[in-house]
């Protein structure tokens, strides 16, 4: 029956024990495709849903419209928050593997997705991240110590144990708190961006989803309301080929891309290198630019690879090929931009060792920080009464009586 | 003082609320240019812009899902969802993000939405435009269930549900839009300027969340309800000739367990009423609450008259609802218990 | 500040006391549009979603390749059907407003849409209608006396009195039952569709939606769905301008046709003059036999106008120009069907008249046959325990108690 | 005769039924080549082809939305959701279709979909990992829900579900799966295998939807739990030392009504348990059926220990957790009440 069947089933190129195979990856040289205008007509963008807009070429150089001619500085800046990110990453992974939290997920080799996007946004545009956006609470600011605390659900998380570790939030620089229901931020962002223009206010929102959320409702509410407010946002969809075992054409990628979601609705989209911080910072640019000028929403497809497994419960080996992403043909994010700062001779491979052991030292540093606001299985603990808490603004009655209730059983 | 309907009462406490605080936003399915599919929302978009009343693609959970965006950047949102059995598209929006947000988040993050929406049958909508719902959200931790039974509560309580930093889930028990509903469909049909509660004042006032009403005091029996059924049990409470406090609880979560213990420790019997299906409905809640506050006091079962478990029938629209033939079963049966 | 804002907020063109404005429709001229190959690529065909295939010109004739080519008894046959549909609305509408029913839908003006759509495809296939497709009921053979004995909930209603008026069903002729929640047809449609094809069965399944009903989620599964499985389904778009006050703007229909809004998904659309029943069928064909060979699913864009109310509860007065119908520039379906068999010499005025006469009678007899089975003040009536069947397939004690309960209140 | 968890004793239901009745057919997420996040679909797809166990988009709504389709057309689906906390993307599909099907088409439409989907917490999971919402789902007319507590039963109702023409929402309390749980986190963890429900046949069997277990029997109290919860109140009963009737409900819609009544009468004393929160959770509707039942014979008022009204919170999933103090605490208020 399967053979002469009419139903098709998705089926990824490549399983355990088989040879990675990416043909199915359109690939465009670096600096091969154009930059237009941002007010240009839709009908003249189209491509960029097609192409792949990239900086870097192989040797690592900066090709092309979209260069978004950073100063070395800003790109050092850049390369080091990548390496935090996959620092930070590393500690945790292992401190989940130790037992000492519950839950991690890491977000190796796709730091450029969120430091590329991050960078090329103002600090009062709002963004919504999904779950492997760690690398947008680094780079604004979230002490790595509170987000520590937050994985340790210590008296130092600032969501006072309410989450799983790795829902992070920084309300003061204006990231949202993350959600275990895929997607659901997306409509938000576009709301908060519509806010903003019933406000007058200049600022944009941005959010992300992976290429297997994008199949939720959530994501076409975002763009159908996106796309008839003509809202300022910037709709970031990170297709990094998995969605837990499952790849990127059982969420509809094997025609078409993800840039594409939007055309039928209006909305330009960009398909960009995710692993190339700097198309994606110029990309991001682009995108922010057109809606802070009332140009309307962009959807950025992201193209990239999810380098680890999909969390900490999860074991890839069992539906992918184990050397799957060194066969990817969009490398290592870190790996380029180091490559591109040391091309270019603001960098060397000794002063990037030196750089990772700092940053590899800063981590552990706000680690043992971190424990000393408690961990899983010595106090300081938070208190169990804060369990009732902000259910509601003011505590009603009966969640009053269930607090007392509690703290009797417990002898508090 | 003015006469108004629920709906003119609605609308006034949009229109006071739109106009003292301009971070109030409206969006819904015809809420903007039309003024609703009942009227609510009238003339708001022409008095406040259609930057402030805003017509909504037909999509409840990104109606709801915006909302929330709208909330977290500084706007107080009013969604509309044109009936309460179009809710379910925007379920996971509202019980997993409008309910969870300030828990998650440590209170950093919080969006005051009020979803308004018509519920209840009793105008021949069959079994998509008849539904109450309300069950449901009063067991989703995080929101505040609303339903007021005559316009003098309806105006108040939105004013509340929309200064409210707390989400609330609004429910507008259509049959009573334009009158009091005792529970007859043959009985002629009253308006509200013959009623009280259809007194109005034009001006800001508000009802607090969280009070239920005592509507009639007595001392045999208590009857527990709100909506629509409020009007039916007072009509069924007479007819029956019993001496009863009837309690309109008004808001549905966070629940006035005083006012209802008070009762039913002074009357010893308890008759809990509601449109809604029966099986794990908001009157198993009200029961257990009962029980549970009052056991020793009480000198009968305490009667549940409800919707029936089925969906709500177009051809059978009277014998679902639990009129008056119901509640006076259900008043007799308590009363006679012993 | 609604001048310099960033929100857009979409304009019908014209309201109430404005002069009726339709420059904002995209035409083509009949036969100018190509007609592909069912096997053509996705982005050969994608002019298919912009340009608007028509057949019949201004003049009823059939123009270019997508002349369908019927014989004059098979148009014959269509053009009886729109009439029938036509007068079934005017009884039943009439009977509404003289509250002999409590609630209708007419589908005045769209009448192409079901009978062209319905007549292109096979007994054997699935039909998933909207609440405006009575076309397709009274298509695939369900009785005139049946309709409207379920929109008199009597003893003769196919759906016992559980339904409100206009929700028909016909399982027999596979018609399914209609739903107030708009769009839920749609993914089960593509279900169905997959069943087929798992059961290597060759029928295919068709659903029909408004241009408002788009914005649900149930739009984004079914494209979804039907795109990553390529599912042997039809999914119809009823683009009438407007859901009940909105207009197609609002549904995200300002920017791009609502045909193109599966092309980020892979699946072609077709953009049709729906009041060209020609077209229509021609169109429908195509798509059918797309998907018959397995080559996926189509999106089909039927541009009409709703030339009445949304429904007897609505007033559309109050929202949009009295005369917006007469200047619709795709004129009235049945108009044009019959100014096309009148110029081929198959037809005349005459015998239209006397066969608009036949089906009104036939209908006002088959109105009469109907209320003997009951009316909502006169039995014979539904039996009210009725009420608990079909809840489960078996009652279980809770229901049989609470039935019993009733019967003994009404003293049965 | 085999040991088995859960997991393999809802994999043996699932691998059976796909074995005996070609219309069987399976979609999920993950549930294909992987075998599901939790392996309860491992192998099936590699036994019975990519046409019957699909791996499907993370769409809930469209899951459930296809798989009626599905049904309608002759197949029998089996969908799983991920966790029952990303079940509300899916629930308008459930409720206004799922549910509503056969009732609105008298009879002629109807899709018998099984949706199977991990409950409850214990598994550190937080608040979108947690939940517990089957109260939500036994107040919509024309649904089935399960819960057990055990792999007998899990393979036996699973079958039973799949079988059924009627609508079954399936809930498997995760906690459980590779182990019974006494309510006590610090107790080393024990398999099935020690347990005497682990012993599963691998042979077809059902168990019949709608009727209760009585786990225990007693006579001085009546216990009435579901899901992980049997267990804990059966440890929490024995260090009480009382004699206790331990009702595992299995079956929540339609509840077994009689084994309930039977077993209250003779004990006069009731205590509701569930993990869920507690305003108009499931409890609520035992406590008002137990009331309306037993009312004459009841010597206390019906305990109810459950979940608190908050989200899930990671950080105290143990004090959130009805587990054996609270059991204890609840059993001792019904004993000594008088
Ligand atoms: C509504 C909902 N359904 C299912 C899940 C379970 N789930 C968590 S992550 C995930 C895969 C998401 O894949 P993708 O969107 O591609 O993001 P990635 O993990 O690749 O970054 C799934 C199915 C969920 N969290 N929420
Ligand atoms: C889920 C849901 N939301 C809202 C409604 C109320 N409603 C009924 S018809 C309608 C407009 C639909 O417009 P469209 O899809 O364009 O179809 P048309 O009436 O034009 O044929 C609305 C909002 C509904 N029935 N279901
Ligand atoms: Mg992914
Ligand atoms: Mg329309």
Redesign the pocket.
Known sequence: MSQKSRLHIPHAAARPGETPDFSYLALSPAGAVARPPVDSRMSDIEFLSNDLVRVLDENHAAQGPWNPGLDSSTLLEALRLMVLVRQYDDRMQRMQRQGKITFYVQSLGEEAVSIGGGLALRDSDMLFP???NQGLYILRNTGLVEMMSHCLSNTNDFCRGRQMPVFYQNAKNRVFTIS????TQYPQAVGWAMAAAIKGEDAIAASW??????A?ADFHYALTFAAVYQAPVILNV?N?Q???STF?GV?GGERRSFAARGLGLGIPGVRVDGNDLLAVYAVTQWAAERARSGGGPTLIELVTY?GGA?STSDDPTRYRPKDEWAAFPLGDPLHRLKGHLVQAGSWSDEQHLAMEEQMKQYVLDCWKKATTFGTMTEGPFLRVHEMFEDVFEHMPQHLQRQQAQLLELEGI | MAQMTMIQAINSALDIMLDIDPSVVILGEDVGYFGGVFRCTEGLQKKYGDHRVIDAPIAEGGIIGTAIGLGVNGLRPVAEIQFADYIYPGF?QVVSELARLRYRSDGTFYSPVTIRTPCGGGIRGGQTHSQSPEAIFTHISGLITVMPSNPFDAKGLLVSAIESNDPVIFFEPKRIYNGPFDGDPNNPSVPWSSHPLGEVPEAYYNVPLGKAALVETGHELTIISYGTIVHVAQAAAKLAGVSADIIDVRTLMPLDIDTIRQSVSKTGRCLVAHEATRFCGYGAELVATVQEECFWSLEAPIERVTGWDTPYPHAFEWQYFPGQKRLLAGIRKVMEAK
Chains 1, 3 share one sequence.
């Open positions: 999904a779950y492997r275990g229901n895929l997607a989803v992976g290429d297997g959320s994008t939720e990170v990094n998995w969605a837990i990127q969420a999810r999909h | 996971d």
